[in-house]
């Protein structure tokens, strides 16, 4: 899923290890959820949403949405 | 794999069930050997070796219940459906092979043998397929 995770790490100085710590998960998983090529359960989500102070929206891009913008 | 507290529990469980396996098996093998197991306990130390390797089929379980990182434990998962759909395979081509008399019979446990096998192909499509990430 399409996000925003990277830039808003690279807003506040954070490595990947610095957010993985934050999180609780490992540097591989912000990685992959950054990279799009896994997408968080919800309870991570609202983790990752409520550690940059922002709503799940404002993170990740809806893929629905996503699709329709292209039509 | 990726070094999390669950998976280091996990490989000291898998140690401590690979050396009582190498132990019950020896130990099964100098006794059927040397005609030392009485009749009546023939069974249970024939299975006793196949207890750490179920021993080891359970760690799998308790390493996925422990498992806090929700993308490791994906990977996990990929890997042991990769590893089932690798030992069935395996068995089924081997049983026709086997059905037609084109190959020999094969002990039942080489499937637990390829099981193995698969997991590691599953470590490696884990790999290849999510790069960095699928270590």
Redesign the interface.
Known sequence: MENRLRVLRAERGWSQQDLAERIEVSRQSVNAIETGKYDPSLPLAFRLAELFDRSIEDIFVSPSRRSSKAI | M?R?AAWKRYNWRVIWLSLAYAVFLIGAVYGFKHALVPTLLKYPVAILPAIPIIGIFVAIGRYLVEE?????R?LMVRQILWASGFALSCATIWGFLDNFGLVGHADGYYMVIAWFFGLGVGGLVNKMT????G?
């Open positions: 990726i999390t806090q990182d929700e993308y490791v994906m999510l790069g960095e990430g270590c």
